[in-house]
């Protein structure tokens, strides 16, 4: 059997997605994959909607790009960009998002629209990144949290992405890597009681 | 060694590293800004004494780059597309001069414009050089292919130019570095290249030019014989002419849809005429698949008639913008896979200024004075500030080229307009301002500049500018600007009144004068402390 993941990243500029593209990356280099990982620099990074395409593969990949409707995972750290990027998603696609909006632009839509909009979108695992990341330490660690909600669908070992984790925070000292590896399994323990409730979607703020 | 996950950027830094490059000269552009970059962090760069700063704009990089060459060692210059405009003499004049050291330009093309003013294609510029312009479409390619590039510019003492795109340049892979060369010895002093080369008086010029002609079925033959032009077979009516990245996109829909298309990969120009004679020979239709102007596609329809050819010009491929593996498989007719469209909530998320920003007060003191005036056009410029643009500060009126602010602001005061004011970056004053503000100042124009001094090039990301802080003043002064008319303003919201006033007293001046409004910008701020 091939392996073929295509992953889209979606937040705003500046919430750190390609801390969140790195870690996937060195995972996959480590375990062997091919990757291409396109992302966004320049205008945008300014406080914009950023998107970064990530591919992984046991065989060479073509795209850069991942085709709308094709996508097997969509992680946002924000939810108004998980909506906005919803049309990459595949049918069986999974989303995971954060729940805390960033509102820094006109007519961001009511959040119980933008929730009702979300719990359309397969099965969607709503995560309040912030709040669980506060509790590991830091906000900063909120795109961590994401990643380790993501993590049951990445198809790369849990234990591989924490261990990249640890390899990209080494350089900053003991206490962020502890801190961002907590938040990935804070991250990945709230996916998996909302994935243990199967009444359907359910949020982590029901939890 | 090992693969390494590299952006295409970094790609080509590395390759140029490997093949014993002196210098890398640049100045930032996304999507081009990476190359540079990589370079300066490169601890072997650093152990070969490999020059690296940024050059005040793209003409002065690319001098120094044949500067480098033309003393025996080997150079890489890179931008994004519209820097090529502002070094387009030097660089079209070197396709002339011919080059000592390997002198490869890399430049970035940013078709859909994510970070640019325009989508033109440097491949033009290229042919307008006559030099051989190479492709590469994936980053293992992009390494091999820069390699390469330095002995194949020695070889023919040109030039070579290496288009990429945004995404190519932007998107990470492993990419398998080769060993690395030993850079080059500087030329011994009776073996420099003679004046006769590189003096482009006339007579030296018209021969330098029938040189270059000559050159050309050699040039031919090279990208005849290139790895990067290679034909994929296949046997279905229809064939495709993929080029650059575009590849990747074509490959993608062919191994999706399982077509057994047959395609002609092209990756180094002047394109391969013999295979590109055998496909459409075989083929009934012809994709041409480009990034950026249908450079091909209209070379390929003089040849080989309208008929067989489906691309930009007959709207099988949309005229504009960067291609997808969606837009090819429409192209040929297939169908996309379904999408759930994104819901009529979502309301765009324009970039904006970061708060806390200096820009912002500047503004928020020039729109109070503008609103005194009834002409309130503000001529500016290519930057952060460029976002004053939108609300809620619509506070500037024209962003067209880098410098532009102040000769616009010159030439809108010489027809009467008033008041004639131009806000300006520092890394863009010191780009192609300092020139405009001479001009103005040699015929007396009554035109107000504000240099907007945030210490950095912060747009691109936080490269060094060329001059900032008091050194600002000291070009004014130098220039010729008034010492009373040249202020310093601290952009600040507790300074707001203050501000105001200095504006409007230098606004209302008949003359040249100069407000330099000096914070640092808050991202580089929170970057230094970082680093220390
Ligand atoms: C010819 C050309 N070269 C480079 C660029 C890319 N570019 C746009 S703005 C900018 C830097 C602006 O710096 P500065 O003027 O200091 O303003 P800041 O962004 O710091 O506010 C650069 C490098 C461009 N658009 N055109
Ligand atoms: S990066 Fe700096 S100059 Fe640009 S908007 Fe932010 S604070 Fe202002």
């Given at each position: 059997m091939s392996m073929k993941q295509d992953i889209i990243l979606a937040g705003v500029g500046g919430q750190g997605i390609l801390s969140i593209a790195a870690v996937i990356d060195l995972a996959a280099l480590h375990g062997g994959l091919e990757i291409r990982q396109a992302e966004v620099h320049g205008m945008?990074?300014?406080g914009g909607a950023v998107e970064s395409h990530l591919r992984l593969s046991d065989r060479p990949i073509h795209s850069d790009l991942i085709a709308r409707g094709t996508a097997d995972l969509l992680i946002s750290v924000e939810p108004l960009e998980a909506l906005r990027h919803r049309?990459?998603?595949?049918?069986?696609g999974r989303l995971v998002t954060a729940?805390?909006?960033?509102?820094?632009?006109?007519?961001?839509?009511?959040m119980e629209e933008v929730r009702r909009e979300l719990l359309r979108s397969g099965r969607p695992v709503l995560v309040e990144a912030h709040r669980i990341a506060i509790g590991c330490g830091?906000?900063?660690?909120s795109n961590m949290v994401v990643l380790g909600a993501a993590a049951p669908f990445i198809a790369i070992p849990p234990e591989r992405i924490e261990a990249a984790i640890g390899e990209l925070f080494r350089r900053k000292g003991a206490e962020v890597v502890d801190m961002n590896i907590r938040a990935f399994q804070r991250g990945l323990e709230a996916s998996q009681e909302q994935a243990a409730s199967c009444e359907g979607p359910t949020t982590s703020e029901t939890a | 060694m090992e693969r390494q996950l590299l952006l295409g950027a970094e790609a080509v830094a590395l390759a140029a590293i490997d093949a014993g490059i002196s210098g890398a000269y640049a100045y930032p552009g996304?999507?081009?800004?990476?190359i540079t970059e990589f370079v300066q962090r490169s601890g072997e760069a650093r152990q070969r004494g490999v020059r690296s700063a940024w050059s005040a704009n793209e003409k002065t990089a690319y001098e120094a780059a044949l500067g480098m060459s033309y003393a025996g060692k080997r150079a890489l210059v890179s931008m994004k597309h519209v820097g090529l405009n502002v070094a387009a003499d030097a660089f079209i004049n070197s396709a002339l001069t011919g080059v000592g050291g390997g002198l490869v330009l890399c430049v970035a093309d940013d078709p859909s414009m994510h970070s640019s003013q325009n989508e033109q294609d440097s491949r033009i510029y290229g042919r307008m050089a006559m030099i051989p312009i190479l492709e590469p479409s994936s980053q293992q390619e992009l390494y091999d292919a820069v390699r390469e590039a330095f002995p194949l510019s020695e070889s023919l003492s040109l030039p070579v130019m290496v288009r990429i795109t945004t995404r190519l340049s932007h998107s990470r892979a492993g990419v398998l570095a080769r060993e690395a060369e030993p850079q080059r010895l500087l030329t011994e002093p009776g073996s420099l290249p003679p004046a006769e080369r590189f003096v482009l008086m006339p007579a030296n010029a018209r021969r330098q030019y029938r040189h270059l002609i000559g050159l050309q079925p050699e040039i031919e033959r090279l990208a005849e014989e290139s790895r990067l032009n290679r034909s994929v077979g296949g046997t279905s009516e229809t064939g495709v002419m993929a080029c650059g990245i575009a590849y990747n996109y074509v490959m993608e829909v062919r191994e999706r849809y399982g077509l057994d298309l047959p395609v002609l990969k092209t990756?180094?120009?002047?394109?391969p005429r013999e295979a590109a004679r055998e496909l459409f020979s075989r083929c009934r239709r012809v994709l041409v698949a480009e990034e950026g102007y249908p450079v091909m596609e209209e070379l390929l329809r003089g040849f080989?008639?309208?008929?067989k050819i489906l691309g930009r010009l007959d709207g099988t491929l949309p005229r504009t913008g960067e291609l997808d593996t969606d837009i090819i498989a429409r192209a040929l007719g297939l169908e996309s896979a379904p999408f759930e469209p994104a819901?009529?909530?979502?309301?765009p998320r324009p970039p904006e200024l970061c708060r806390g920003c200096g820009h912002r007060d500047l503004f928020d003191a020039l729109n109070s004075v503008m609103?005194?005036?009834?002409?309130?056009s503000v001529f500016s410029d290519i930057?952060?500030?460029?976002?004053?643009?939108?609300?809620?500060?619509?506070?500037?009126h024209t962003c067209v080229d880098m410098g532009a602010s102040i000769t616009m602001a010159k030439g809108a005061a010489d027809a009467g307009?008033?008041?004639?004011v131009a806000v300006i970056g520092d890394s863009t004053f010191t780009h192609s301002g300092m020139t405009g503000l001479l001009d103005a100042l040699n015929d007396r124009s009554a035109v107000t500049l504000i240099i907007a001094d945030?210490?950095?090039?912060?747009?691109?990301?936080g490269q060094d500018s060329a001059a900032t802080g008091n050194r600002l003043e000291t070009i004014c002064l130098g220039l010729g600007v008034d010492a009373g008319h040249l202020r310093v303003i601290v952009p600040l919201r507790s300074r707001l009144k203050e501000n105001i006033t200095v504006l409007r007293e230098e606004i209302a001046y008949e003359g040249v004068s100069v407000v330099i409004a000096r914070r640092v910008c808050v991202e580089e701020a929170a970057r230094r402390k970082k680093n220390t």
């Open positions: 945008s990074q300014r049309p990459f998603l595949a049918a069986a729940m805390e909006p960033v509102v820094n632009m006109e007519g961001y839509p009511p830091s906000q900063k660690a | 996304t999507p081009s800004t990476e990756g180094q120009y002047p394109a080989f008639g309208n008929e819901p009529g909530i979502v309301a609103a005194e005036h009834s002409y309130q930057g952060c500030y460029t976002l004053g643009a939108l609300p809620p500060f619509s506070a500037i307009l008033r008041p004639a945030n210490d950095t090039t912060a747009m691109t990301g």
